[in-house]
Each structure stands twice: as structure tokens, then as C-alpha cells.
């Protein structure tokens, strides 16, 4: 469960953002390892909004089917194939504005995305605020202006922070159409946060 934290306190909460060696690694690997990090965005001028990372899926490259690099290089996958800690954020369905954490040296397009976080600052927030990736994006306030920015520094960066006590591990959500990789193992969330999103069952994996 995220600690008790008052707004004087983030900063050294937060310490230094992970480095970009952290990212330069398969996003199956690096997505389990971000379950308890720190997600801030640094608005100018204001206080920074904050929320854990409890919930993530892996996307590993033009070979995974339910990644948007299956299909190549395109005006719209470009910022996959950036450097590792960049940010991809999309829109979806025409509302909702997703954000994705870009692995591996540049060229390579894996990607995590981060699906719930749990609300640390401002303090006070309903813990479910951020129980999705549309959800999350609101509630601290990223949109498809930080496309391609580096995680590396404000404004957005990612804090270590408290490893989960238990992390299951599913097939990841809405992917039915990918085929074989509908199934694959790419969703982890921390067990005991009540943050974590709650899609329907048809919705996991093959469905």
C-alpha cells in the first residue's frame, strides 16, 4: 500500500528517476520491475502529480502481434523505435490517451504500458482514480504533448520505489485479435493494491 505522504515530502520521496540503463532492456524484463516505482509528472509551476505503479504489460516488438510495431516502422509507431525512457502516448477509441514506457536501444520497439497507478500525490485522491490507463493519464495529466519526451528528467519521470509483496502475472487485456500472443504471460499487477484495474474476464487474453 503506498504511505501516507504529504506534499512537502515528495520530493525526497521520489529521489533520483531510474536511469536509462534501467530501460535498455526487454520489456518483459523491465515491465515487472517497474510494479512499485514512482510515476511523477512535473507541471511548471505547480506541485508534482504523483501515483505508484501497480499494474503494467509488457508489448515485445514487431514479433508480438498485439504490439503496434507488428506491422513496421510508421508515422505512428516512430516514437517506439526511439531511445530507451521515452514516453509513447496514444489515443485510443478517439478519448483515451495511453502511456507507454519505451525498452530496449534505439531501433528495437518494445514497449511497457502502464495500466493503474496508485494515487500518491495530490494527497487524499479516491485510490481507484487511477484504475486504468485511460484513467491514470487524467488523473495525472499526461497527454500526446509528452509523445517522445525522455523519461530521464521533468516532466515525467519514474522514481524507484516499494516492490509489490505478491505480483501475479496474466495474459494482457483487449489483445484477442493477436492470435498465440493473446495468451501470453505480459500483464503483472500488484496483488494487494486496490488500485489495479478490473477489466471483464472475456477480456483477458483470448477471451
Not at 528517476?17 to 512499485?36: I, Q
Not at 508534482?48 to 498485439?66: K, L, M, Q, S
Not at 516512430?78 to 478517439?94: H, M, Q, S
Amino acid at each position: 500500500m503506498v504511505p501516507d505522504v504529504h506534499e512537502t515530502r515528495i520530493s525526497a520521496l521520489l529521489g533520483a528517476p531510474l536511469p536509462e540503463a534501467f530501460y535498455r532492456r526487454s520489456a518483459d524484463e523491465v515491465a515487472p520491475d517497474l510494479l512499485g516505482a514512482y510515476l511523477a509528472v512535473h507541471p511548471a509551476g505547480q506541485a508534482p502529480r504523483v501515483g505508484r505503479v501497480v499494474e503494467v504489460e509488457a508489448y515485445v516488438g514487431e514479433e508480438d502481434a498485439a504490439c503496434h510495431a507488428h506491422k513496421g516502422r510508421t508515422r505512428r509507431t516512430a516514437t517506439l523505435y526511439g531511445p530507451p525512457g521515452t514516453a509513447y502516448v496514444y489515443l485510443v477509441y478517439g478519448m483515451h490517451e495511453l502511456f507507454n514506457i519505451v525498452c530496449q536501444p534505439e531501433g528495437v520497439p518494445h514497449a511497457v504500458l502502464v495500466r493503474a497507478v496508485e494515487p500518491v500525490a495530490p494527497t487524499g485522491a479516491d485510490p481507484r482514480a487511477a484504475n486504468g490507463p485511460g484513467k491514470l493519464t487524467r488523473f495525472l495529466r499526461i497527454d500526446r504533448g509528452h509523445d517522445g519526451g525522455s523519461l530521464l528528467a521533468p516532466p515525467i519521470t519514474l522514481h524507484p520505489g516499494p516492490a509489490p509483496r505478491r505480483t501475479v502475472i496474466t495474459p494482457r487485456v483487449g489483445v484477442a485479435y493477436s492470435g498465440r500472443w493473446a495468451s501470453a504471460p505480459l500483464r503483472y499487477y500488484d496483488a494487494d493494491s486496490p488500485a489495479v484495474s478490473r477489466p471483464p474476464k472475456g477480456r483477458v487474453g483470448s477471451g
